[in-house]
C-alpha cells in the first residue's frame, strides 16, 4: 500500500470513528426524558395542597407521554419533595432541585410562607417556575401590579387582588360593618389589605375590626371578641381552613352569630372536616371550575375523568356523584395546570432551553387548561381573574350534612 493510499485509508478510518462517536454523544441526548421538579405539602396537616398538586402534575405528565411525550421526549415528574408548607423544609428541597442540573421546569410550593422563602432562588435560576396556589402578589409581581411580572414565573393561583375584588363585590352590597381576621402570613396580611382597600372604595369606610392570628392556633377567641364588640354584622376571614374550623367553634362558643364568610380555604377539606355541621351557612369564594350539580367540561372534565380513572373518587375528589368537589380546581387542577402550561412553553420554544422557554411562556396566548385559558404577556402572567370566581356556601343535604352549593350573586 502506496503513502497515498495508507493516508485516504487513515482519514476514512478517523471519520467513521468521528460519525460514530458523535452518534454515540447523540444517543442519550436524545433518549434524555423531559424532567419536571416540585416541592409541595405531601404530608401532614395541609397535604390536600400539595398531594392534590403532585396527582395533577402527574396526570399531566401522563397525558403528554400517552401522545408521544413534548419534542420526542418522554415527561418524568423527577422530583416531587416534601416540605409540609413549612419555608424551611421549600428552602432546602428547591435547592436540591436547583441543583439538579436535569430539571428543566419547576412548580412551587403551595402557601406564600413558603414560596414567599423560595421565590427569589428561582428567579435568579431562571428555570421557568410555576406558582400552583400561594396568593401573595408580589411572588409574580414584585414590583407592584401595574409593572412586569418575574419573567420566569406563571402562576394558577387565585391571586390576593383577585380573590379581594370577587370578595369585596359579595360583602359590600350585603353587609354595613365588616369584620376582618387573617392569618399573620404574607398571603393573610396582604389579602386583608386588598380586601380593606376594597371594601373603604365601595362604602368609604374601613372594616369595623381587622385581627391577625397565627397559623395552627387552637385559641383565637380573643381576636374574635374584639371583633365582635367592634359590631361586626359579618365576620370575613382570610387563611387556611384548619385554622377556619377553630375560628367557627369558637364563635359558637362566645354567641358572636353572625354570617362567616372566607376565602377559598373555607371550602377545604380540612374546613369541612373541623367544623363538622358548624359549616353550614358558611360562603367562600372558590374558582369556579367546578360547580356541584353542574358536570365539568373541555380540559375540565378531561381532567376529571382521568382522576376517577386513576384514583378514584377519594378525598380529592369529594362527595358529589356529578365531577369532583370544589377545591379540587385549586389541588389537582392547579398541578395539572401548571404542567401543562410549562410543557406547552417547552413545546412551543422547540427545545428545553430556559430562555426559549419563557419567551414562549411570556407568549403563551389562547392555551386552554382546566381552570381557564392562559392568555399571558409579560404584564400578565396568572391564569385566574375575578370573574372566573363564584361564591359558594354550605347548606344541608338530605341527612342534615355540609355540602357546597353554588350561591346566586
Known sequence: MDIATRSRSILATMAASIIIAGIVATAPALAQTVKIGATGALTG???????????????????????????GRQIELALALDDQLVPDRAVQNLRRILDTPEIDVI???????????????????????????????????????????RKNVISTAIQNDVEAKALGNYVTPRFKKIGVMHESTGYGVSGAQLLSGQIEQATKSKPVAVESYNQRA?????????????????????????????????????????????????????????????????????VGTYAPGTPPQGAAKDLADAYATKFGKDRWWGDDPTGPQVFFATTVGAGYDCANMLLEGVRRAGATDKVKVIDALNALTGYAVANGTANFSPMQHNLLTPEQLAVFEYVKDDKGQPVLRITKQ
Open 218 to 286: 387552637q385559641d383565637m377567641t380573643a381576636q374574635i371578641s374584639r371583633v365582635q364588640r367592634a359590631g361586626a354584622d359579618v365576620l370575613v376571614v382570610i387563611g387556611l381552613g384548619a385554622d377556619m374550623a377553630v375560628i367557627r367553634r369558637n364563635m359558637l362558643r362566645l354567641g358572636f352569630d353572625v354570617p362567616l364568610i372566607t376565602s377559598g380555604g373555607g371550602i377545604s377539606l380540612p374546613y369541612k372536616e373541623g367544623a363538622g355541621e358548624l359549616a353550614i351557612g358558611t360562603r367562600a369564594t372558590m
Open 107 to 149: 412548580i412551587g410550593p403551595g402557601g406564600s410562607g413558603p414560596t414567599l422563602a423560595v421565590i427569589d432562588m428561582a428567579t435568579v435560576d431562571g428555570r421557568p417556575y410555576c406558582n400552583p396556589q400561594a396568593q401573595t402578589p408580589t411572588i409574580v409581581y414584585p414590583d407592584g401590579l401595574d409593572k412586569p411580572a
Open 45 to 71: 396537616p395541609y397535604n390536600e395542597f400539595g398531594e392534590g398538586v403532585r396527582r395533577g402534575a402527574l396526570l399531566a405528565t401522563e397525558r403528554w407521554n400517552a401522545k408521544g411525550g413534548v419534542l
